[in-house]
Nanobody, 118 residues
């Protein structure tokens, strides 16, 4: 059974940083490595939106609202992706979800909350 486990969320002041992690402990390496991995977020009352994604080859894409502040990366040996979030703003407050896509299938984690507030 597919499982994506997010961690690293929490409360941070504006201007601060957080690093989110997403592990795929039950995904075999031959499935994880060719997968496109992504972070999405959903704020209260809003639709879920793409934050950043990383392809199997390491290509990245970011939402305009986070460009220059967030960095997505992956460690295939650990079957883990990361989202380094710097210069956080109150509007970054949301639940952040990990996503894996491969061969027409898609999997989601349960999310980790991020709150940016003074």
């Amino acid at each position: 059974q597919e499982q994506l486990v997010e961690s690293g969320g929490g409360l941070v002041q504006p201007g601060g940083s957080l690093r989110l992690s997403c592990r795929a402990p039950r995904t075999i390496t031959s499935e994880f490595n060719p997968s496109t991995m992504a972070w999405y977020r959903q704020a209260p009352g809003k639709e879920r939106e793409l934050v950043a994604e990383i392809t199997p080859g390491g290509g990245t894409k970011y939402a305009e609202t986070v460009k220059g502040r967030f960095t997505i990366s992956r460690d295939n040996a650990r079957k883990t992706i990361y989202l380094q979030m710097n210069s956080l703003k109150p509007e970054d407050t949301a639940d952040y979800y990990c996503n894996r896509r491969r061969a027409g299938s898609e999997y989601w984690g349960k999310g980790t909350p991020v709150t940016v507030s003074s």
